[in-house]
């Protein structure tokens, strides 16, 4: 996200938007801003309403409460200005097979006012399919597909870029390209992107923050990688005998550790009390042949928050 986030304008601001199908609330009071240049990751457990806001924010799904506006124009007052500001794909981007990438970029254009062959031209090599951008669609891989995906939602000029399930059906190359390619997109061309995704390990490594829903209601919005590091540490001790050991600290420093195997325990503690354990242990005569911290991953972190449920 750029620097000046905090003084910029938001490309999409959602205020107290609410949803509610007869007498259930879907969506319950979700605020938050999303500002050009960042990558902003939807997540949550299934049911959690990541799509239905999705819905809301493209005009597909009525507001029951509340405003979404995109680049200061209201869904609700201004549609049309504020819905000409957004690119969206919606899982894999449907193409005529039979055609060139290049003639479903023109047939598209054709759509909307004012693009021209220059303009086809620039988002054909923002997506780097300039060299295979004139053979068959039918010949793609489902990555070029995916990228030309991209180049057709970015034809008009749009400030923010949506993408629900933008990995589906991808290799891990595939996969590793088009994370690439989102990041440098949202910097050179200052686009909001959205993305949702039942992928955490890729959404760690693809977003700059994200926004985690459940049940209708949001929990927080902060950066990946201080969301992350919230929650309790945890590390790993290698010692001769894991079971004496899990004893001696439960039994001196009250502390519950897990058993990984004969030589290994799991204690959920603060980087600063290492030193507390590790005297205990000597003390206990239990030779130590190693400390470590547990890296936390972004699924860990979420199954923390959310309870252990899974992803949509």
């Not at 979404?68 to 200005?81: N, R, V």
């Not at 793609?140 to 000029?157: D, E, F, I, K, P």
């Amino acid at each position: 996200m750029s620097n000046n986030a905090a003084a910029e304008k938001p490309a999409v601001r959602l205020e107290h938007v609410t949803k509610r199908i007869g007498r259930k609330t879907i969506i319950d009071d979700l605020s938050f801003d999303i500002y050009g240049g960042e990558v902003f990751g939807f997540l949550g457990p299934n049911g959690a309403g990541k799509t239905t806001t999705i819905r809301m924010i493209v005009g597909l799904m009525r507001m029951s409460k509340g405003n979404i506006y995109i680049q200061g124009h209201s869904i609700k007052g201004e549609f049309k200005k504020a819905i000409s500001q957004v690119g969206a794909i919606v899982e894999n981007p449907e193409m005529y097979k039979f055609l060139t990438g290049y003639q479903n970029l023109v047939h598209y254009a054709r759509m909307i006012p004012g693009i021209t062959k220059a303009r086809i031209m620039e988002v054909v090599e923002l997506v780097e399919l300039q060299d295979r951008i004139h053979e068959k669609v039918k010949r793609y891989s489902l990555g070029m597909r995916q990228r030309l995906g991209v180049a057709q939602a970015l034809l008009h000029h749009p400030s923010v870029l949506i993408l629900d399930e933008p990995t589906n059906g991808l290799d891990p190359q595939g996969i590793h390209d088009l994370r690439n390619y989102l990041h440098e997109l949202s910097r050179k061309e200052n686009v909001a992107i959205i993305v949702s995704s039942h992928l955490l390990s890729e959404m760690q490594l693809m977003c700059d923050r994200i926004g985690i829903l459940q049940k209708g209601r949001l929990i927080g919005v902060e950066a990946v990688d201080a969301f992350i590091e919230k929650g309790a540490a945890k590390v790993r001790i290698q010692v001769d005998d894991g079971r004496l050991a899990a004893q001696a600290v439960g039994e001196k420093l009250s502390i519950d550790s897990k058993l990984i195997d004969e030589t290994t325990i799991e204690l959920p503690i603060e980087h600063e009390k290492i030193p507390v354990v590790v005297d205990t242990l000597v003390m206990s005569k239990i030779r130590i042949y190693g400390v470590a911290a547990v890296t936390k991953s972004l699924e860990d972190r979420f199954l923390e928050v959310t309870g252990g449920k899974s992803v949509e």
